[in-house]
């Protein structure tokens, strides 16, 4: 049971390069999320997908575009990679509720220069 | 606002030893507090989730207290173990919405030999 995955681990990109980050889940969770983390900063929430089919905003969406491919997958998107993209993004999933907790993935480190 | 607040911002024990961590939250409607345990280079992953009507929980050496009165909540690492040097996140959550939950900054916890 890998939990969350996400792919790549690691990636460099230059400004106005695009890339796609990779998520899956195989725990039959309702809800994925996709957050990043920055020194200093609490995890702040990028997109979320409350079930498959529905996508919404989350606190700092400008930059970014999200697919919810299935019940399993959501992919997030840079269009247009900026500097300030630099981040630590992580994944992550829940049962609808959120009750019981939610499940990360490893992260993605990214750096924009 | 919405907030969470974690103290010390790091800390540095000798193995063996105990030591508390210190979360106050201002969100509203509160609907439950975790503590997540973050490694270098790996996701959050939960440690307790305490609801309301909880005011202690327990996980091996992991002692979550909360006082919903005062909005704070404590975690007490007991006997410690160079293994637990990671960060500590605390996450509060309120009743309503899918974008419901808030991070603290976290404490970077060192354990030395």
């Known amino acids: 049971n890998a939990g969350v995955t996400q792919t790549p681990k690691f990636q460099v990109l230059k400004t106005g390069q695009s890339m796609t980050l990779q998520c899956a889940q195989d725990m039959n969770h309702n809800s994925m999320y996709w957050y990043r983390q920055d020194p200093g900063m609490g995890l702040r929430l990028i997109y979320y997908s409350a079930s498959e089919g529905t996508t919404d905003k989350g606190e700092v969406p400008n930059g970014y575009n999200v697919s919810r491919l299935n019940k399993r997958e959501f992919s997030l998107r840079l269009e247009s990679a900026a500097p300030s993209q630099t981040s630590v993004y992580f994944c992550?999933?829940?049962?609808?509720?959120?009750?019981?907790?939610?499940?990360f993935g490893s992260g993605t480190r990214l750096t924009v220069v | 606002k919405n907030q969470v607040e974690q103290s010390p911002q790091s800390l540095i024990i000798l193995e063996g030893k105990n030591c508390t961590l210190q979360c106050n939250y201002t969100v509203s409607p509160f609907s439950n507090l975790r503590w997540y345990k973050q490694d270098t280079g790996r996701g959050p992953v939960s440690l307790t989730i305490?609801?309301?009507?909880?005011n202690t929980k327990s996980n091996g050496r992991y002692t979550a207290t909360l006082d919903a009165d005062t909005k704070q909540s404590s975690l007490h690492i007991t006997a410690s173990q160079l293994s637990d040097s990671a960060s500590y996140i605390c996450v509060v959550s309120v009743l309503t919405g899918a974008n419901n939950l808030f991070f603290g900054t976290g404490t970077r916890l060192t354990v030395i030999p």
């Open positions: 305490m609801t309301f009507s909880e």
């Open positions: 992550a999933s829940s049962e609808a509720s959120g009750t019981y907790g939610y499940t």
